[in-house]
């Protein structure tokens, strides 16, 4: 079953606002978590990761929170531009060598003037 | 930087036919995944393999079969296409201990 999931579908925000995308997972074996961006007509891009010892990391406007207590990972976009306009997906990476990652469903940021 | 290629785009096949989608890699990776993605459902992993002539089955492999003679071609097969099998089909190549690249897709329509 689906290990890994979102809190929302879609999520609107106005231009310059900061974003919060949310994701769930269950599996506690999970060493390794990304955020992937996808835009219309491409496949998903490398946002920011975090590893399992980590509660925190910060890239250029984002930032991962990882709490592993609840299982609960987020993804914040500081000062959302147009350009964010995307499909977020989180994906975990269960514990082991390169078995492939599991995929949350996604969640549609969108961006308003 | 990698690329990791599919090599179309859109493709429309009807059913029961055998349908070939091909994925490269130019950073001779070991690592490379098929995954499918539906609306609400995400990317589901079809297929992977380690390396040349290796191939592991991943979450969803009914109806599928995958080809890695080379280390660079990645195929994933649908040996008798059929209607619940339209998707966006999506590659990816294991660039580092933990990163992954796509490719840009092939969205799959079968009539």
């Known amino acids: 079953g689906e290990s890994v999931g979102l809190h929302l579908p879609t999520l609107s925000v106005q231009e310059g606002d900061n974003s919060i995308i949310n994701c769930a997972y269950s599996n506690s074996a999970s060493d390794y978590f990304i955020w992937y961006k996808q835009e219309s007509g491409k496949g998903p891009q490398f946002i920011i990761d975090i590893r399992s010892n980590m509660d925190k990391r910060q890239g250029q406007r984002v930032t991962v929170l990882l709490n592993k207590t609840v299982k609960h990972l987020s993804l914040q976009i500081a000062a959302t531009q147009p350009g964010d306009s995307a499909v977020y997906f989180c994906?975990?990476?269960?514990?082991?060598?390169?078995?492939?990652?599991?995929f949350g469903k996604g969640t549609h940021l969108i961006i308003q003037p | 930087d990698v690329k990791v290629t599919q090599s179309s785009r859109y493709l429309v096949k009807r059913t029961g036919e055998k349908v070939f989608l091909e994925c490269v890699q130019d950073?001779?990776?070991?690592?490379m995944f098929w995954y499918r993605q539906d609306p609400g459902l995400g990317l589901r992993l079809i297929y992977f393999s380690y390396d040349v002539k290796m191939k592991e089955k991943g979450d969803i492999p009914e109806g599928y079969s995958v080809s890695r003679e080379k280390k660079e071609r990645f195929s994933l097969i649908l040996e008798s296409a059929s209607t619940n099998q339209t998707s966006m089909y999506l590659c990816a190549s294991l660039t580092g201990p933990m990163d992954y690249t796509f490719g840009s897709g092939t969205r799959l329509t079968v009539v």
């Open positions: 994906a975990e990476r269960p514990g082991g060598g390169a078995d492939g990652l599991t």
């Open positions: 950073m001779d990776h070991e690592n």
